[in-house]
C-alpha cells in the first residue's frame, strides 16, 4: 500500500513537471512578431495623405488613430544615417526620428514595419517631413521635432515581416524637386548614368572632420543635371576614396533648403563600373580590334582625344589620377613647344621637324602629338598619358610601342622628367605595375630636342583578361634641376598582340 502510494506521488510530480515544462515552451515574448511577420496592426491612412497634414510652420501633433505601414529603406548601420530610419510605401517616404542607436538590429532594410501616429508629431527639417517624440521649441516655427524616446518607439512602431521586396525607383533629377510633397523624398531611388565631378576624384566620401558634400552629374547635361551626395563623417566608409567611374547610383533623396541631396546606405549603392562622361581629358575604352592598332594623335584639333585615351593628373603607384588640366579648355588650337603655361596641349610632333622649327612651322605641321608642359602646382610629379583597355579576352603577348618627345630645346640643359610605364585592372583600380623598357630611362629634358622610341613588352602578365586594362606614360618622382619644365609628347601610340 506504501509502495502504491509512493509511486503515485511520483506519477504526479512528474506530470506537474511535464504540465509546466509545456506551459513554458508556450509562453511567448510580447517583443516577438509571430511566425509569419504579421503583428496583427492594420494601416488605416497612406504615407502620403498623412504627409499632407504638414505644410509650413510649427509640428502638427497627430491626434487621431492612424497607422501607416511601410518597408525600410535605410537605417543606421553603416553609421550615415544617425537617430532615424527611413520607411516608404506605395506612395512616398518619411523619416522617423528615434532616440538611441543601432536601430538596424531591430529595424533593418526591408523590415516592413506599422507606425501607430497618435501622440507623435509630423514636421520638418529643412523640407524633408519626419515624425518625433514632440515640438522641438528652439525650432518650432521651422517644424523642428524631437526624438521619439527610447521607452516609446516599440508602442509606435510595430516590427512586421523582415526581406520585404525593396526596388529603387528610375528617376532624372528633374523628378526629384524641393517640393515639401513631392513623393520621392525619403523613398529609395536611382538614377542611371551618374558620375562625381572631376574636381571631386581626388576625395574621400566625407572629410576628416565634417561630413562630406561630394556633386554627382550626368553626362548629358553637365553643368544642370547634379545632386550633392551627403555623406556622413561618421560613417564607416567616409574614409573612402569616391569611385571613379560611371554607372548607376542608389539612395535616398531628400532636400535641404534648396540642395537636392542623395544620401546612400553603403558603398555597394554606387556601381560606377563603366567608364566616365566625355570630356576634354578622355572617354571611351580601346578596343583592340585589328593588331596593331595605332594613335598618332593627328585629328586633336577636330576630334579630340581617341576614345580610350586620357590624360591625368595627381597620379601615383596606388592611384589612377585625377582628371587632367587641358590648356585652354580643349585641343581645337595648337600649342607652341616653348608656351610655358600648365596643361595638356596639341603640339606638333617632333617627327619632321627641327629643333629649331618657327613658330609658323610648328602651326602648320599635321602631325600632331599629345603634350603635357608642368609646373610647380601641376603634374611634377603626376601627370600621365593613360590608354584604357577595354579587355584582352583571346588575346597574348601584349607590346607597346611609342615616341617619346622632349621639345623644348633652350640653350642649356635644365630641368629633367623621368617617366614611366605602368598597368592596372579594373576600372578603380588599387595598384599599377611598373614594367621594363627599351630603352631603359626616360626622360624628357628642358634643353634636349628628343624623339626616342620606346618599346614595351607585358609579356604573359595580361594575357586572355577580361577586366578592363590601365596602361599609363606616366612620371612618379619630382623633376630634377633648375629652370623651366620641358615640353613632353607621346606620339605614334602603337598596341599589338596575338
Given at each position: 500500500m506504501q509502495r502504491k502510494l509512493i509511486f503515485n506521488k511520483v506519477n504526479m510530480a512528474t506530470l506537474l513537471l511535464l504540465s509546466g515544462l509545456f506551459l513554458i515552451s508556450c509562453k511567448k515574448k510580447f517583443s516577438d512578431p509571430p511566425p509569419t511577420g504579421?503583428?496583427?496592426?492594420?494601416?488605416?491612412?497612406?504615407?502620403?495623405?498623412?504627409?499632407?497634414?504638414?505644410?509650413?510652420?510649427?509640428?502638427?501633433?497627430?491626434?487621431?488613430?492612424?497607422?501607416?505601414?511601410?518597408?525600410?529603406?535605410?537605417?543606421?548601420?553603416?553609421?550615415?544615417?544617425?537617430?532615424?530610419?527611413?520607411?516608404?510605401?506605395?506612395?512616398?517616404?518619411?523619416?522617423?526620428?528615434?532616440?538611441?542607436?543601432?536601430?538596424?538590429?531591430?529595424?533593418?532594410?526591408?523590415?516592413?514595419?506599422?507606425?501607430?501616429?497618435?501622440?507623435?508629431?509630423?514636421?520638418?527639417?529643412?523640407?524633408?517631413?519626419?515624425?518625433?517624440?514632440?515640438?522641438?521649441?528652439?525650432?518650432?516655427?521651422?517644424?523642428?521635432?524631437?526624438?521619439?524616446?527610447?521607452?516609446?518607439?516599440?508602442?509606435?512602431?510595430?516590427?512586421?515581416?523582415?526581406?520585404?521586396?525593396?526596388?529603387?525607383?528610375?528617376?532624372?533629377?528633374?523628378?526629384?524637386?524641393?517640393?515639401?510633397?513631392?513623393?520621392?523624398?525619403?523613398?529609395?531611388?536611382?538614377?542611371?548614368?551618374?558620375?562625381?565631378?572631376?574636381?571631386?576624384?581626388?576625395?574621400?566620401?566625407?572629410?576628416?572632420?565634417?561630413?562630406?558634400?561630394?556633386?554627382?552629374?550626368?553626362?548629358?547635361?553637365?553643368?544642370?543635371?547634379?545632386?550633392?551626395?551627403?555623406?556622413?563623417?561618421?560613417?564607416?566608409?567616409?574614409?573612402?576614396?569616391?569611385?571613379?567611374?560611371?554607372?548607376?547610383?542608389?539612395?535616398?533623396?531628400?532636400?535641404?533648403?534648396?540642395?537636392?541631396?542623395?544620401?546612400?546606405?553603403?558603398?555597394?549603392?554606387?556601381?560606377?563600373?563603366?567608364?566616365?562622361?566625355?570630356?576634354?581629358?578622355?572617354?571611351?575604352?580601346?578596343?583592340?580590334?585589328?593588331?596593331?592598332?595605332?594613335?598618332?594623335?593627328?585629328?586633336?584639333?577636330?576630334?579630340?582625344?581617341?576614345?580610350?585615351?586620357?590624360?591625368?593628373?595627381?597620379?601615383?603607384?596606388?592611384?589612377l589620377g585625377n582628371e587632367g588640366f587641358v590648356y585652354q579648355t580643349n585641343f581645337d588650337n595648337g600649342t607652341l613647344w616653348n608656351q610655358t603655361s600648365a596643361g595638356f596641349k596639341n603640339f606638333a610632333s617632333a617627327t619632321g621637324l627641327t629643333f629649331s622649327a618657327s613658330s609658323s612651322a610648328q602651326n602648320a605641321s599635321t602631325n600632331r602629338a599629345l603634350g603635357y608642359r608642368q609646373t610647380g602646382s601641376f603634374g611634377d610629379p603626376g601627370a600621365a598619358f593613360v590608354f584604357l583597355i577595354a579587355n584582352t579576352t583571346g588575346k597574348s603577348n601584349l607590346q607597346l610601342e611609342f615616341k617619346l618627345q622632349s621639345l623644348d630645346a633652350v640653350a642649356a640643359p635644365a630641368r629633367t622628367v623621368t617617366w614611366k610605364v605602368d598597368y592596372a585592372t579594373g576600372l578603380n583600380p588599387g595598384l599599377f605595375s611598373t614594367v621594363t623598357t627599351s630603352p631603359a630611362t626616360l626622360t624628357t629634358v628642358n634643353g634636349v630636342y628628343a624623339n626616342t622610341t620606346v618599346n614595351v613588352n607585358f609579356g604573359s602578365s595580361l594575357n586572355n583578361s577580361s577586366q578592363p586594362i590601365w596602361i599609363r606614360i606616366v612620371t612618379l618622382a619630382p623633376s630634377t634641376g633648375g629652370g623651366n619644365r620641358p615640353s613632353t609628347a607621346v606620339d605614334d601610340v602603337k598596341f599589338s598582340w596575338n
Amino acid at each position: 500500500m506504501q509502495r502504491k502510494l509512493i509511486f503515485n506521488k511520483v506519477n504526479m510530480a512528474t506530470l506537474l513537471l511535464l504540465s509546466g515544462l509545456f506551459l513554458i515552451s508556450c509562453k511567448k515574448k510580447f517583443s516577438d512578431p509571430p511566425p509569419t511577420g504579421d503583428p496583427g496592426v492594420v494601416a488605416n491612412i497612406s504615407i502620403k495623405d498623412v504627409k499632407a497634414r504638414y505644410t509650413s510652420g510649427a509640428p502638427v501633433e497627430i491626434t487621431d488613430d492612424v497607422i501607416i505601414e511601410g518597408v525600410v529603406s535605410c537605417d543606421d548601420k553603416s553609421g550615415n544615417y544617425y537617430q532615424q530610419i527611413a520607411i516608404q510605401d506605395a506612395t512616398g517616404g518619411v523619416l522617423l526620428r528615434l532616440a538611441g542607436s543601432s536601430h538596424y538590429l531591430n529595424y533593418p532594410v526591408g523590415r516592413k514595419v506599422y507606425v501607430k501616429l497618435k501622440g507623435l508629431y509630423l514636421g520638418q527639417y529643412n523640407g524633408t517631413l519626419q515624425f518625433g517624440g514632440g515640438i522641438d521649441a528652439a525650432y518650432a516655427s521651422q517644424g523642428g521635432v524631437t526624438l521619439i524616446a527610447t521607452n516609446l518607439i516599440d508602442q509606435h512602431v510595430i516590427k512586421g515581416a523582415l526581406n520585404q521586396p525593396l526596388v529603387p525607383q528610375l528617376v532624372t533629377v528633374a523628378d526629384l524637386t524641393t517640393n515639401i510633397q513631392n513623393k520621392y523624398i525619403s523613398t529609395l531611388v536611382k538614377l542611371v548614368g551618374y558620375e562625381f565631378a572631376s574636381n571631386e576624384r581626388n576625395k574621400n566620401y566625407a572629410d576628416d572632420d565634417q561630413s562630406g558634400n561630394r556633386i554627382l552629374q550626368d553626362c548629358s547635361n553637365i553643368s544642370s543635371h547634379k545632386i550633392t551626395l551627403r555623406t556622413s563623417n561618421y560613417s564607416n566608409f567616409a574614409t573612402l576614396p569616391v569611385a571613379q567611374g560611371n554607372g548607376e547610383i542608389i539612395g535616398i533623396y531628400s532636400y535641404f533648403g534648396s540642395t537636392k541631396q542623395f544620401t546612400i546606405r553603403d558603398t555597394t549603392d554606387v556601381r560606377f563600373y563603366n567608364p566616365r562622361c566625355p570630356t576634354a581629358s578622355g572617354d571611351g575604352q580601346i578596343t583592340l580590334s585589328s593588331s596593331p592598332l595605332t594613335f598618332n594623335f593627328d585629328n586633336l584639333g577636330t576630334a579630340g582625344l581617341p576614345a580610350g585615351v586620357y590624360v591625368k593628373e595627381g597620379a601615383s603607384s596606388s592611384y589612377l589620377g585625377n582628371e587632367g588640366f587641358v590648356y585652354q579648355t580643349n585641343f581645337d588650337n595648337g600649342t607652341l613647344w616653348n608656351q610655358t603655361s600648365a596643361g595638356f596641349k596639341n603640339f606638333a610632333s617632333a617627327t619632321g621637324l627641327t629643333f629649331s622649327a618657327s613658330s609658323s612651322a610648328q602651326n602648320a605641321s599635321t602631325n600632331r602629338a599629345l603634350g603635357y608642359r608642368q609646373t610647380g602646382s601641376f603634374g611634377d610629379p603626376g601627370a600621365a598619358f593613360v590608354f584604357l583597355i577595354a579587355n584582352t579576352t583571346g588575346k597574348s603577348n601584349l607590346q607597346l610601342e611609342f615616341k617619346l618627345q622632349s621639345l623644348d630645346a633652350v640653350a642649356a640643359p635644365a630641368r629633367t622628367v623621368t617617366w614611366k610605364v605602368d598597368y592596372a585592372t579594373g576600372l578603380n583600380p588599387g595598384l599599377f605595375s611598373t614594367v621594363t623598357t627599351s630603352p631603359a630611362t626616360l626622360t624628357t629634358v628642358n634643353g634636349v630636342y628628343a624623339n626616342t622610341t620606346v618599346n614595351v613588352n607585358f609579356g604573359s602578365s595580361l594575357n586572355n583578361s577580361s577586366q578592363p586594362i590601365w596602361i599609363r606614360i606616366v612620371t612618379l618622382a619630382p623633376s630634377t634641376g633648375g629652370g623651366n619644365r620641358p615640353s613632353t609628347a607621346v606620339d605614334d601610340v602603337k598596341f599589338s598582340w596575338n
